[in-house]
């Protein structure tokens, strides 16, 4: 069962690069030249992405009406929140309430979203793998709406259920680095990399976390086998790009970083990579 959402790589790659420090600059902290513009901050991952919905959603229920409200939150959440009321107010149990939470998400509520998905984890007749989905789901929406503490809490509930669940432990790490709990997100990406050793994901968080331990060399390694893996992957470029800048390779970081603008343009890896060259542009006196 997968239930996670298909823009996840996107949003935990945002959400781990900016909390281990994904503007170079910011490690360490420089020196700030007063006549120079500040570099742009980069948006708040809660207020520029939604959160999606997945594309495999954990049934908690069977029937058309719950297929119907599933569909419709892909493309008129306002729709799929009526359909879930009117449904829940005939009998609709489990699946119009699952279907009403994950439409709370699409109406800009992650917040009420997440409360809602914690009950019905709590509450829910199913199995323990689709309660998992729904913590999971939850931990997610907590993300979304910007309180990293309830989403551990509610990622370890749904690891609990589901322990060798790899999607659940690098969730939890991009939460934990969120935390600034960089030992202990390394430590749930190598518990996702003995199950999934090719998870080229992982590797990429897992490089952040090695970084931001002051842990270089292993850094570098760990960047360098997931590009093995994947190539053009923007995030893991965008890691080796810092890397490589801070061991003083700034023709190879910049190389990364203009790398990741052409296989990405439209991502926050890209947005990340444009503002670190343009901040190496201004000179080390600048910064």
């Known amino acids: 069962m997968n239930r996670r959402l298909p823009l996840l790589l996107s949003l935990a790659a945002l959400l781990v690069l900016l909390a281990l420090g994904a503007l170079w600059w910011r ?4 020196m700030v030249n007063a006549a120079a513009p500040p570099p742009p901050a980069p948006p708040s991952p809660a207020q520029e992405l939604p959160l999606p919905l997945p594309p495999e959603l954990p049934r908690l229920s069977d029937g058309p009406d719950y297929d119907n409200c599933l569909a419709l939150l892909r493309d008129d959440p306002e729709e799929a929140m ?13 699946g119009a309430l699952h279907c009403a939470a994950l439409a709370m998400i699409g109406l800009g509520r992650p917040d009420t979203a997440a409360e809602r998905l ?32 309830r989403a551990f809490a509610a990622a370890t509930m749904a690891l609990t259920l589901a322990p060798n669940d790899a999607d659940l432990l690098v969730d939890r790490a991009v939460i934990q680095a969120a935390l600034a709990r960089y030992g202990d997100a390394l430590d749930d990406l190598d518990r996702a990399l003995a199950l999934e050793p090719d ?25 360098q086998r997931a590009l093995n893996l994947a190539p053009d992957n923007a995030e893991a470029l965008l890691e080796r790009g810092i890397l ?13 970083w203009e790398r990741v603008i052409t296989v990405a343009p439209e991502s926050m890896a890209a947005s990340l990579a444009a503002q670190n060259i343009a901040l190496s542009e201004v000179g080390p006196a600048a910064r």
């Open 244 to 256: 490589r800048q801070l061991r003083g390779d700034a023709a190879g970081a910049r190389q990364d």
């Open 82 to 94: 009526r359909f879930a009321q009117a449904w829940e107010a005939t009998g609709g149990g489990e």
């Open 27 to 30: 490690e360490p902290a420089p």
């Open 199 to 223: 998870r080229v994901e992982a590797m990429v968080f897992r490089a952040a976390a090695l970084r931001h331990l002051d842990r270089a060399t292993e850094a570098v390694n760990m960047i």
């Open 118 to 149: 914690e009950r019905l984890g709590t509450g829910s007749r199913a199995g323990g793998l689709a309660r998992a989905a729904v913590y999971g789901q939850a931990s997610q929406a907590w993300m979304m709406a910007g309180d990293p503490n």
